[in-house]
C-alpha cells in the first residue's frame, strides 16, 4: 500500500505510419488535429463520397492526396493504415474493404453494428494478418492506466459493482442519424458503448443480461439500463439521448472504491478512497491529468499505442482483443432486443 496513485505508463510510439481518413468529418478533424500536435504520425490520405470535400479537408491539414471514393484510397500505397470515421451504419463494410486491400484498420466506436459484423471483420483481419482496432480511446488514456493499476494492486479487493453512464440531451428528430433506424440509430451504439465498454473493461464478458428502456417515435431506444453479471461481480451501464448525465465512472469492492471522471470517458482524474465502511472516512488519493486545453488531443494516445502494435505485428490490441470487441457488440444486441429497439 502506498502513500500515491502510480504514474501512467506510456505508449512507445512504434512506427511512423502514413494514414488514410475515410470519412472528413467532426471525429476526424480532431483525429487528425492529434496526430499532427502529438505525434509522428503521417496523415497523407483522406477520401470522401464528396471529391470537393475530402479536397478541403486534405488542404486544410496539408495533406497530399484527396479522393473522391473509398476504394480510391485504399489503393495509395503511401497509406499503410486506413481511420474508420464515417457514420457507423458503414463501419464495417469499410474495415472489410481496408483490410482486403492489406491495410491496417482503426475503426470508430462503435466498431459495428452488432456481432456478426464485428465478427466479419476480426475473422477477415485475422486471416489478412493485419491490425484490426475500435477506437475506444478511453483505454488508451493516462488516466485509465492509472486505473488498471489500482486495480491490478488490489486496492478495492475483490471488484463487486462496477457503474458508468453517458448521457446527453438531443431533441427527437427522425433526420437525426442517432434517431434513423435505417442509420442504426439509437443511444446504445452511439453513447452507451462507453459505459458498457467500460464494465467490460474492468470485470469481463457478462454472464447474463438485463435491460430496461424507452424507445423515440422512430423505434430506436433513447434510455437504456444495461445490468450484467459477471461472476460475482455487477456491472450496470446507463444511457440517454434525452438526458444530460454526469458520465461518471465508479468501482467498487470491500476494501474501497476507484472513481473515473468525470467526464470518466476522457478520464481527466482517478480518485482511490480506501476503506470499504461507512459513512465516509478512510483515505482519499488523486491523480489528475495536466489540463492541455483540448480534451481531443487526448486521441493521440490510442494513434500511438496502434502504431505500436503494428510495429510489434500484432492482429489485435492487448487493451481489447477481437473477442472482447465482438462481446460488446453482442451485449448492445442482447440489450437492444430486450429493450424492443428497431
Request: proline fraction near 8%; include cysteine; hydrophobic fraction near 40%.
Amino acid at each position: 500500500m502506498t502513500d500515491s496513485l502510480p504514474s501512467p505508463r506510456p505508449f512507445p510510439e512504434g512506427p511512423s505510419l502514413g494514414w488514410g481518413v475515410l470519412g472528413p468529418g467532426w471525429i476526424a478533424t480532431r483525429f487528425v488535429t492529434a496526430l499532427l500536435k502529438c505525434t509522428r504520425q503521417r496523415p497523407v490520405a483522406v477520401a470522401s463520397r464528396s471529391e470537393p470535400r475530402a479536397k478541403s479537408f486534405a488542404d486544410k491539414f496539408d495533406m497530399p492526396n484527396s479522393y473522391g471514393a473509398y476504394d480510391h484510397l485504399l489503393m495509395d500505397p503511401q497509406v499503410d493504415a486506413v481511420y474508420v470515421a464515417t457514420p457507423h451504419h458503414e463501419h464495417a463494410r469499410l474495415a472489410l474493404l481496408a483490410i482486403a486491400a492489406g491495410k491496417h484498420v482503426l475503426v470508430e466506436k462503435p466498431f459495428a453494428t452488432s456481432a456478426e459484423e464485428a465478427r466479419a471483420v476480426v475473422d477477415s483481419a485475422r486471416g489478412m494478418g493485419v491490425l484490426a482496432m475500435e477506437a475506444m480511446w478511453t483505454r488508451y488514456l493516462p488516466g485509465f492506466d492509472v486505473l488498471r493499476q489500482v486495480l491490478e494492486s488490489g486496492e478495492v479487493g475483490q471488484v463487486a459493482e462496477v457503474s458508468a453512464d453517458f448521457g446527453f440531451m438531443l431533441p427527437f428528430d427522425p433526420k437525426s442519424r442517432i434517431y434513423d433506424p435505417a442509420l442504426a440509430g439509437g443511444a446504445l451504439l452511439d453513447a452507451g458503448i462507453y459505459p458498457i465498454s467500460f464494465v467490460s473493461a474492468v470485470i469481463g464478458a457478462p454472464s447474463a443480461i438485463f435491460s430496461t428502456g424507452t424507445l423515440a417515435p422512430s423505434g430506436v431506444e433513447d434510455q437504456a439500463v444495461v445490468v450484467t453479471r459477471h461472476g460475482s461481480a455487477t456491472g450496470i451501464a446507463s444511457t440517454w439521448t434525452r438526458a444530460a448525465t454526469p458520465v461518471h465512472a465508479t468501482i467498487s469492492g470491500p476494501d474501497g472504491c476507484v472513481e473515473l471522471g468525470p467526464p470518466f470517458i476522457s478520464a481527466p482524474s482517478v480518485v482511490l478512497k480506501r476503506g470499504g465502511g461507512w459513512p465516509g472516512g478512510g483515505e482519499v488519493l488523486r491523480w489528475e491529468q495536466e489540463t492541455t486545453g483540448d480534451v481531443l488531443l487526448g486521441l493521440h494516445h490510442e494513434a500511438k499505442a496502434f502504431a505500436s502494435f503494428v510495429g510489434d505485428g500484432r492482429v489485435e490490441s492487448p487493451l481489447q482483443g477481437h473477442d472482447e470487441t465482438v462481446q460488446i457488440i453482442a451485449t448492445i444486441d442482447e440489450a437492444r432486443r430486450q429493450i424492443g429497439a428497431r
